[in-house]
């Protein structure tokens, strides 16, 4: 099993649609989660932290759901501007310092 | 705002060459990452480094070496450039120990011929 996966997608939706994404990982020692966002051709950036509470930001929400090792987004209201790829990011124990990034999600939101 | 400047934004290197990618960063962070992406396999870590002269192999070392002499700069060397090495190039830096302090350059994308 790869420490972090995520199903690559394309997930391709209508304008407000909801739509979410999981996480898995594999390291139940993992303590720090995060959620990054990387345009076509473009670098990754910072979305959102994910806190053990959940955590929301205006569209978005953020779920750790410890006792099965994932975690999710929920993106509510699609927007166009929303299309991207959502990469999430674990800390591993055993990485130590390090942190890893799953693969990606590949998000199309359509007209 | 922090900057992570990488030097070329598209490279062609002939098979055999010695290649440098270089990376500087103007917030003082301590931590420095090369990573490589690909489709279907994403990131990809290959060196990083906690601090100067500082490095530590990451998941995919073989056929590259990094080199941090100044703290601001990291650079990353493919001793003998290879087909398999085409790939875009992404370094990142980051606050000690932070998951959500990442700040990746625009990248390199390398092309071996």
């Known amino acids: 099993r790869k420490e972090v996966e995520q199903d690559p997608g394309p997930f391709n939706v209508p304008e407000g649609a909801t739509v979410a994404f999981n996480c898995t990982y594999s390291n139940s020692a993992s303590q720090s989660f995060f959620w990054y966002r990387q345009d076509c051709r473009k670098e990754p950036k910072l979305l959102m932290s994910?806190?053990?509470s959940g955590n929301e930001d205006g569209r978005f929400t953020a779920q750790l759901n410890r006792a099965s090792q994932y975690i999710s987004l929920l993106i509510r209201d699609s927007k166009l501007s929303d299309s991207a790829t959502y990469l999430c990011v674990v800390n591993l124990f055993n990485y130590g310092q390090n942190f890893v990034f799953g693969p990606g999600t590949r998000l199309s939101v359509l007209p | 705002d922090v900057k992570v400047t990488q030097s070329s934004r598209y490279l062609v290197k002939r098979t055999g060459e010695k290649v440098f990618l270089e990376c500087v960063q103007d917030m003082d962070h301590e931590n420095m990452f090369w990573y490589r992406q690909d489709p279907g396999l994403g990131l990809r870590l290959i060196y990083f480094s906690y601090d100067v002269k500082m490095k530590e192999k990451g998941d995919i070392p073989e056929g590259y070496s990094v080199s941090r002499e100044k703290k601001e700069r990291f650079s990353l060397i493919l001793e003998s450039a290879s087909t398999n090495q085409t790939s875009m190039y992404l370094c990142?830096?980051?606050?000690?120990?932070?998951?959500?302090?990442?700040?990746f350059g625009s990248g390199t994308r390398l092309t071996v011929v």
């Open positions: 990142a830096s980051r606050i000690e120990g932070q998951g959500w302090g990442y700040t």
């Open positions: 994910v806190y053990s």
